[in-house]
């Protein structure tokens, strides 16, 4: 009888020891859960932070520049380009920012367009802001073929967008520290992209 009562007492034991054993691993998990999501937070304030303050240096740097003209970027547009004619363009100075697009190849299905606004003065700071701000996207969507990414091309951090209905890709960019790019291509391969992007030699535009 007391071995009974000695066996009942030692896994009684046991269980109070499993029990308490187990809280403590629940609570140290749950602690180690809530640090992790403070030390997250912090860090995602402290990019923001770093972000903004950036951004601004950014402003006041670009602020100092003087655009460029209409003239010359509509002329930075070639008549062809990766073998395709050019079918409309224009530029355009909207309240102090500077700005051009081109349109090639006739046919919707296959067609190049290019977009671009200079980043220098004062409006032309605030207008690009948005496209200075991609580098700090972490968007990452995927849903029915379509896709958002942030991508690396050449050491320029990109926002590309895929619609798989239209077979289109769109990149979204701030080049060179100054210019805001907008890239449309239909009807290329996704390889073809940025070489498309290339071909327009945008490093060579001076102002």
Same mark, same amino acid.
């Given at each position: /009888?007391?071995?009974?009562?000695?066996? !009942?007492?030692?896994?009684? /034991?046991?269980?109070?020891?499993?029990? #308490?054993? *187990?809280?403590? *691993? &629940?609570?140290?998990?749950?602690?180690?859960?809530? %640090?992790?999501?403070?030390?997250?937070?912090?860090?995602?304030?402290?990019?923001?932070?770093?972000?903004?303050?950036? #951004?601004?240096?950014?402003?006041?740097?670009?602020?100092? =520049?003087?655009?460029?003209?209409?003239?010359?970027?509509?002329?930075?547009?070639?008549? %062809?380009?990766?073998? /395709?004619?050019?079918?409309?363009?224009?530029?355009? &100075?909207?309240?102090?920012?500077?700005?051009?697009?081109?349109?090639?190849?006739?046919?919707?299905?296959?067609?190049?367009?290019?977009?671009? =606004?200079?980043?220098?003065?004062?409006?032309?700071?605030?207008?690009?802001?948005?496209?200075?701000?991609?580098?700090?996207?972490?968007?990452?969507?995927?849903?029915?073929?379509? $896709?958002?990414? !942030?991508?690396?091309?050449?050491?320029?951090?990109?926002?590309?967008? $895929? &619609?798989?209905?239209?077979?289109?890709?769109?990149?979204?960019?701030? $080049?060179?520290?100054?210019?805001?790019?907008? #890239?449309?291509?239909?009807?290329?391969?996704?390889?073809?992209?940025?070489?498309?992007?290339?071909?327009?030699?945008?490093?060579? #535009?001076?102002?």
């Amino acid at each position: /009888m007391k071995t009974i009562h000695k066996h !009942i007492l030692i896994s009684a /034991m046991f269980v109070i020891q499993v029990v #308490l054993f *187990s809280c403590g *691993s &629940d609570n140290k998990r749950e602690a180690d859960t809530k %640090t992790n999501s403070v030390v997250e937070k912090v860090k995602t304030g402290n990019n923001f932070v770093k972000g903004a303050r950036d #951004l601004a240096s950014e402003s006041e740097a670009l602020k100092k =520049l003087t655009p460029i003209s209409t003239e010359t970027l509509k002329a930075f547009f070639p008549e %062809t380009i990766y073998g /395709m004619p050019k079918t409309n363009s224009n530029a355009l &100075d909207m309240a102090g920012a500077s700005t051009a697009f081109a349109t090639y190849g006739q046919n919707t299905s296959k067609q190049i367009k290019l977009r671009i =606004l200079d980043g220098a003065g004062e409006k032309g700071s605030a207008a690009t802001t948005v496209y200075r701000a991609i580098k700090y996207d972490k968007t990452n969507k995927k849903e029915y073929g379509d $896709y958002i990414k !942030i991508k690396e091309y050449d050491n320029t951090i990109v926002k590309e967008h $895929y &619609d798989k209905n239209q077979n289109r890709y769109t990149l979204e960019f701030f $080049y060179n520290d100054r210019f805001a790019v907008n #890239l449309k291509v239909t009807g290329f391969q996704q390889e073809e992209v940025w070489k498309i992007f290339k071909a327009f030699k945008l490093n060579t #535009l001076k102002p």
